[in-house]
């Protein structure tokens, strides 16, 4: 061993039986974990057979995560999985981190109380399950681990360390000193070329390997390749040596030394670190030795599909709606596994909803969409029962398990990925192919992770749109459906809702017919995005329309509402605009209770903000009082109402996006006032991503003679 123990906290005493355990059960790396104080976090605190850095992504491992060292200490239960493809099924998020093909058992270390778990892992080589006698040995070991640390305990050690502690695999074999090394590697290897220790670091090189590396052995020794030799700072390399280190199973790969000179890489592994033969291009390579008949061989997975599923997790948990799931699994997927077709079908109500497709005539996907869940038609059905992927590499086989399925369309080839979350189906999603496809079996269990990260994305995006729709849909019931008709007036509004976020917001617009020749117009905002500030939004807006059709004055509209909203208790306030124009009179009147300044164009196409004079926000004062400001109504005069929404920009005072939105409207054609409201939009970045909801409304009076004196 390698580590430094500390008598006071039993340290000696606790790697000696975390190593004997790593020999006793064979395993390739083992890794212990103790629960932090707080009893939330799993921290490692033992690793052996692997380097810290490859550890670093699970040093700590929260109590919840769906992990199996979590699932073992939490549930007091014994975890074992026996393959890549059960990985992938049963925790994806490992799977993706680690796609290399291992076996692994996680259980508790649990005595007096529970201490944490123990992680063991083997190369794929061995048999993909556990007999009674492993399981009691492993059981009985734990139990060991266990009262070593209750010792150490009851001694005044603290079992948790800042940092893990890394032990060498015992072999008795130091992997540091280049003439030890040399040993190791012939060894391994009849020939040789390169000696690796498991941090990656060289021990040992030929004359031959310096020559093909095109460096000196002083230069190398102790270092990286990837970092010591330029042309080999690739993903692809450090990936291979992970995967040799993980999986214990022999690896190749390919790397040009510039200019022009390809070189081929196999590495050797096993527990003391990794012979790596090194021949030009074209050359025979030493013999790879076969896994035994019972296993399948493996054929290293892609390493742009390996980047591609990194991606994809990251970009899955970015998303909102069920289209951006569509989209990114069009985009990303179908290229990194070469399929021609996709359909994402969703759960609902018994029946397979398609919600995307790609690479399908509509005819096809009509007969698809709506199938039972159950169907016998293709094998999405079974495969959402059973939860296990299914692949089918030729149009032959697909008709001998479903023999309508390969008439459906002129695919050859299909992958078949249930959409599972917490044990719920979710849906299925379907890649298809133009000619035959072999699935390799590092390929179906990165694709079969694949189909728990988008189970998990696609069940968020169809709460989140659900949500949606309910959400926008209540404020739209709010909202006028349609405004009166005016004579001499004419009226356009729109109302935009924000494209984040889930909740509703509390904006609003009215126009109110006050009798044949007088009309008011309204606009607010109240503070907030919730239900609250919807429902409290539909309380404002009846109160205007109950006070201004009773013939109160606009300074005494917002007076009331205010009174209102401050008698009902709301924490909320309320921004409002409330305008009476008298049509007759050709007069209007303004009043407002913090709310942006309405903008006004002349019929010379001089357009300012009106200078009203602001009240404070409805809710904050109960007395408060708001001052009026009349302006004349002459033939051609347009007014534009809008909320915040519609010029707030990060960093531009409020101010100068209001003389900006003035400078738009001064230039837009009003013939048709839906389209200048389209204009303002668009000038005013409205189609974009947007935070909060806009508001806007536009009047222009057209009622001929001049305009009358003030």
Not at 442 to 454: M, Q, Y
């Amino acid at each position: 061993m390698t580590s430094t123990g500390d008598p006071a906290t039993g340290t000696d005493e606790l790697d000696a039986a975390f190593a004997e355990t790593v020999r006793r059960t064979g395993a390739s790396i083992g890794a212990l974990y103790l629960l932090a104080p707080d009893e939330q976090v799993l921290m490692l605190d033992v690793l052996c057979g692997a380097p810290a850095e490859l550890a670093a992504p699970w040093v700590r491992v929260p109590m919840s995560a769906p992990a199996p060292v979590a699932d073992a200490a939490r549930e007091d239960r014994m975890v074992w999985v026996g393959s890549q493809e059960e990985m992938a099924r049963s925790y994806p998020r490992t799977a993706v981190a680690l796609p290399f093909p291992l076996s692994l058992v996680a259980a508790p270390v649990t005595g007096m109380r529970r201490w944490g778990a123990l992680l063991l892992m083997w190369p794929a080589t061995r048999p993909p399950y556990m007999t009674g006698r492993e399981r009691n040995n492993i059981a009985a070991s734990c139990r060991r681990l266990a009262r070593t640390l209750e010792e150490a305990a009851e001694r005044g050690g603290s079992p948790v360390r800042d940092r893990p502690r890394v032990m060498s695999a015992g072999t008795g074999r130091s992997t540091v000193r280049p003439a030890m090394a040399a040993a190791d590697f012939a060894e391994r290897l009849p020939g040789g070329s390169c000696a690796l220790d498991l941090e990656g670091r060289f021990t040992y090189l030929t004359s031959g390997a310096c020559e093909l590396l095109g460096c000196d052995a002083d230069r190398l020794l102790g270092t990286l390749p990837w970092q010591s030799l330029r042309w080999l700072d690739d993903p692809l390399v450090e990936d291979r040596y992970r995967a040799a280190v993980l999986s214990r199973e022999p690896v190749s790969f390919s790397a040009c030394r510039p200019p022009d000179q390809w070189l081929d890489f196999h590495l050797y592994p096993d527990s003391s670190g990794i012979s790596v033969r090194i021949v030009r291009t074209g050359e025979q390579p030493p013999p790879v030795p076969a896994p035994p008949q019972s296993r399948r061989t493996h054929r290293p997975t892609r390493t742009g599909q390996l980047y591609q599923l990194t991606h994809l997790a990251a970009a899955l948990t970015e998303v909102v709606g069920v289209q951006d799931v569509i989209d990114l699994v069009a985009e990303q997927i179908m290229p990194a596994f070469g399929a021609q077709g996709l359909v994402l079908s969703a759960v609902d109500a018994g029946r397979l909803r398609i919600t995307g497709s790609r690479g399908y005539p509509a005819h096809i996907i009509e007969r698809l969409d709506g199938l039972p869940v159950d169907t016998t038609l293709t094998p999405a059905g079974h495969a959402l029962s059973s939860g296990v992927p299914a692949f089918f590499v030729n149009a032959e086989e697909m008709r001998a398990a479903y023999p309508e399925a390969p008439m459906i369309s002129s695919k050859q080839a299909w992958a078949f990925l249930p959409l599972i979350t917490s044990g719920r189906p979710v849906g299925c999603c379907i890649l298809s192919y133009d000619s035959p496809r072999e699935f390799s079996a590092d390929e179906r269990a990165v694709l079969t992770s694949l189909g728990g990260l988008i189970a998990q994305a696609l069940d968020r995006a169809r709460l989140y749109d659900t949500k949606h729709e309910i959400a926008h849909g209540l404020q739209k019931a709010l909202l006028p459906h349609t405004l009166p008709e005016i004579p001499g007036l004419r009226v356009a509004a729109r109302y935009l809702p924000a494209t984040r976020g889930m909740d509703i917001g509390g904006d609003f617009y009215d126009l109110i017919r006050l009798g044949d020749s007088a009309v008011a117009a309204v606009i607010g905002d109240v503070q907030g995005h919730s239900v609250a500030a919807a429902a409290l939004m539909g309380q404002v807006r009846t109160g205007v329309h109950a006070h201004a059709t009773a013939g109160t004055a606009p300074g005494q509209v917002l007076s009331r509402i205010n009174r209102l909203i401050h008698d009902l208790g709301s924490e909320l306030f309320t921004s409002c605009l409330y305008v009476h124009l008298d049509l007759a009179r050709g007069r209007a009147t303004l009043a407002t209770a913090g709310h942006p300044p309405p903008l006004m164009r002349l019929p010379d196409g001089d357009t300012r903000p009106v200078a009203v004079p602001p009240g404070p926000l409805l809710g904050i004062d109960p007395d408060a009082e708001y001052p009026l400001t009349e302006i004349p109504l002459a033939p051609g005069l347009l007014l534009a109402f809008y909320t915040d929404g519609l010029i707030e920009r990060p960093g531009v005072d409020i101010d100068d996006s209001i003389a900006l939105l003035a400078r738009h409207l001064a230039r837009a054609d009003d013939r048709d006032l839906d389209l200048l409201i389209d204009d303002l939009l668009r000038e005013g970045n409205a189609r974009g991503q947007r935070t909060d909801d806009i508001a806007l409304l536009v009047l222009k009076y057209d009622a001929p003679g001049p305009a009358r004196p003030e």
